[in-house]
Nanobody, 125 residues
Framework: QLQASGGGLVQPGGSLRLSCAAS????????MGWYRQAPGKERELVAS???????NYADSIKGRFTISRDNAKNTVYLQMNSLKPDDTAVYYC?????????????????????WGQGTLVTVSS
């Protein structure tokens, strides 16, 4: 389960920080990322980060957004600076979670593609 937070209304040029925490029977988490979906548009990748901390960014946000993660807290962050009206969207976090479940007398590891519920970011004056 992923729980995202931090969205809101901000003026152009302002900043917001999104957080997304994973919970449940987690063994480990591979890549984590943030996607966004603006009204009338398809969902797009904003940024992703590997378990080792290597980031990847969409061209539209390079130099303005920074993705990071805290593996001890199973949490991914998105620091968004110099926000523009075009950044207005619902932001979704995503994680490749390796779940550890016990059944049939032993532990099983299963990779699950997990999504948060979405948090709305509105950039407007």
């Amino acid at each position: 389960q992923l729980q995202a937070s931090g969205g809101g209304l901000v003026q152009p040029g302002g900043s917001l920080r999104l957080s997304c925490a994973a919970s449940g029977s987690i063994f480990s988490i591979n890549a984590m990322g943030w996607y966004r979906q603006a009204p009338g548009k398809e969902r797009e990748l904003v940024a992703s980060i590997t378990s080792g901390g290597s980031p990847n960014y969409a061209d539209s946000i390079k130099g303005r957004f920074t993705i990071s993660r805290d593996n001890a807290k199973n949490t991914v962050y998105l620091q968004m600076n110099s926000l523009k009206p075009d950044d207005t969207a619902v932001y979704y976090c995503n994680a490749a979670v390796i779940a550890r479940d016990y059944y049939s007398g032993r532990y099983h590891l299963t990779e699950r593609d997990s999504w948060g519920q979405g948090t709305l970011v509105t950039v407007s004056s």
